[in-house]
């Protein structure tokens, strides 16, 4: 054990489309995306650095809260995040926040990040499946001028108000220790999430934005109001705030498809290119053929 | 200060070399430049690193902004990213080509949101075109086409930056092709001080484990991949003795390396490694365009998938439908057989 103080992190969250499981039902037949073949989840490598932030409190103490910045149904996660381990969770939706490219989003992260104020870590996945870009973590250090350990894989210290910890590359592994607050970028290696928890799960049930209140209580008639559930919620802790643009001051101009440099020019549905090609049956007289053929051609042998 | 508009070009090296992915970025930014007029300016940061700058200009560099300090030995994050911002906003180049290495997207990102300019990840080509901004009723003229696989990889998108400067993309390693070097090629070499804060040093490396790549995907003959469709650790040892049988490496789809099969080393495609070798074995691998992009320009492609409609038959050149499991056997048995009559018959 070290003598540090109690570690508040901040986990940065998104829900991504489960593009890892794309199957040939997830492309219609004129090469579009059947979005509906596709369930919505938590980013794989977020859940990673949700464990490591869950376990570094389980070590030095502190909190752990989770923000993402999606849709209104982006709640999904952040209930999760409260059955995985999570203090406490924040949803950051707007209209105006839509259409955010990197660099805007980023800057969301970052107003809101200063609005909650005092942390001492802030813990994002290395990259988010559905553009794999591993921008947003360095680009949300950046803004709030915070130093980055991207492709963390393990916490090996906290002490002094420094991490030490190690870094995944593909050229082997970097052991650095950096002053706090900064920015970690987690990758999938670094541990196995917990599942959530059945005790977390049942107190959690009913954890919810306001805007969720109606289809809660269809399900949950005893509420006869909204402001008799939000009563109930508040009093188990389980209202997950919801922040706007305005709550963070976020000015327009900055966020949303307006604050994003880049723009889409144009989308190409992909058009395979058709090749010369033969069908081969899996047979062991037709795979002895393509073989000659291929020792012919001098592609093998 | 010139007048002259620019594109620049990270370099990383690494062992007192040059990495390939900058020599290749520095190879397109030159076609590039070429359509433009612009310059080419490699940016090296380093310590006794000035024969790597010749090394750059030999590739297509026509100037090379070269921060040399003992602070910036190794790569790290603030300090390299100190130097970027500090010239980008001397100079401002037009465009920034940053190598989608480990260090590249750790060092991209931190520079374009300094810079508050646009980033577009692990492009797949780039090219040099107009943009027409319906909001300001305004046409941008030559700015650089920023392609790569969007939404699952169902599709292709260009991007733009119309307004922020620089134009910044990564491209990954083997995506460009590699310049041949010209020793005619002359070029300035420009010092420049670091300008450090004190904050850049917040952050110290305590010890570096450095693990010599024993994957050589992109130089290898012969790739052998298996992908969804291998299920087993002793399927994907059939791939490992077919690719020993033909002189070659395993590669691997995204599926198969999350699925704990293989490391991630080998995963071929648009985040991983991109390949051209004269024969490609993908068993099991349905083809998402991720996975295409990093190697549909191999001389044959076998593709062997129990879906007919998967994707990877439309760029393969034999197509063979059915269990990679079963299939994969029968390929060994025919190499092993061969062999064996071509023993026989000498």
New interface residues.
Partial sequence: MTDSRPIDSVVLAKQV?D??N?T?D??TKD???NRNA?SAIFNPEDLNALEMAVQIRERHGGTVTVITMGPPKAAGILREALWRGADRVILLTDRRFAGA???AT?LVLQKAIEKIGRYDLVLAGRQAI??????????T???L?I?????AEAVLEIADGRI?AQRA???????????MP?LLTVVGSANTPRPPSVRRQIAGKLAATPGEYAALRAKWPEFETDAALEAHLDAHGLRIPVWTADDIGASAEAIGLAG???????????V?????????????EA??A???E??H?Y??? | MTEQQSIWVFIEHTDGQVADVSLELTGKARDLAGQLGYEVVGLLCGHGVEEMARDVIRHGADRVLLADHPELAYYRTLPYARVAITEARRRRPEIFLVGGTPNGRDFAPRVASALRCGLTADCTDLQIGDYYLRRQDATFRNLLYQIRPAFGGNLVATIVNPTTRPQMATVREGVMRMPAADASRTGVVEAVTPEFEPGDFALEVLSRQVRHATVKLKDAPVIVSGGAGITSAEEFALLRDLANLLGGEVGASRAAVDAGLIGREFQVGQTGTTVRPRLYIAAGISGAIQHRAGMDQSSKIIAINTDPNAPMFQVAHYRIVGDAAEVVPMIIEALRERSMDQRAAE
């Avoid at chain 1, 994003?260 to 992909?270: D, G």
């Fill in positions: 489309p593009t890892h794309i040939g997830a492309m090469g579009t995306m596709l490219d990197t660099l980023s559905d553009g794999d870009t591993a921008q947003v973590g360095p680009q250090a950046e803004k001028g130093p980055q350990i991207t492709y030490t590359l593909d050229s082997g592994t970097e052991i650095v220790r950096c002053e900064c994003s440099p880049t723009q889409v020019h144009k989308i190409n549905f992909v395979l290119e058709s090749t010369e090609s033969k069908t081969v049956p899996p047979t062991p795979i002895a393509m073989v000659a291929l020792v051609e592609i093998v042998g």
